[in-house]
């Protein structure tokens, strides 16, 4: 790759004319983690403190962790790739999303900013409460924000980091092709799991499990 490019795929251009619009578009990685990791231990013991046992506060959680695998998967393909063909449509696109497949590499816009992370985040506990109630929806929320942050974590580990892990390579390949093969393909970041399921695996491997049939009998 020429240094040029490399350069361009690394840039951080501004998407705001406004300096302070523009301080809000890009966020250290570090600050996610900062403020949710209170959250997610405050809404466990909110559920504690709710009287959910043990056992029902582990069950919520991984089933907030299931949720969030399907909302990261439906986000990121009708939201974040939603081109919209009304006036400043394109303009919309690129301030949610097209920027990041622009400039991949900019660091300081890998991990979502609160700007958008904190609305979304209250929209959600307010939609547990109204379908769950509390206390359940308490560590329904917790699990929920857990896979927001192995989200975010994991998307920026996969633009600058090599894994060395098969989980991670695999993850690596799949995001890199949704990047630079075809990005209507391969819209599950920190879990492969509902490309799967609706049929959106990067075209390359879904070739390749095509081709794996069964092993050939002995002769």
Do not use: C
């Amino acid at each position: 790759m020429s240094q040029q490019r490399t350069e361009r795929l690394a840039a951080s251009p501004p998407i705001f004319e406004g300096r302070f619009l523009e301080f809000f578009s890009r966020i250290h990685p570090a600050v996610p983690a900062v403020i949710y990791v209170p959250v997610i231990g405050g809404s466990v013991w909110a559920g504690a403190y709710g009287g959910l046992a043990a056992w029902e506060l582990a069950l919520l959680f991984v089933a907030g962790l299931a949720l969030w695998t399907f909302s990261e998967y439906w986000l990121h393909r009708l939201v974040f790739h939603w081109e919209p063909k009304f006036r400043g449509g394109d303009r919309l696109h690129f301030v949610i999303h097209g920027v990041h497949h622009d400039h991949p590499n900019d660091a300081m816009r890998l991990v979502m900013p609160p700007a958008a992370s904190i609305p979304l985040a209250v929209i959600f506990l307010a939609l547990f409460g109204l379908i769950f109630g509390a206390p359940t929806a308490y560590p329904l929320f917790a699990g929920f924000i857990a896979g927001y942050l192995a989200y975010d974590y994991t998307h920026y580990h996969l633009h600058h980091h090599t894994p060395k892990t098969d989980s991670g390579k695999r993850l690596r390949e799949q995001h890199m092709r949704h990047h630079f093969q075809d990005h209507h393909y391969g819209f599950g970041v920190s879990s492969p799991f509902w490309d799967l399921v609706f049929g959106t695996l990067p075209r390359q491997r879904r070739v390749e499990r095509r081709s794996e049939g069964p092993a050939a009998p002995a002769s």
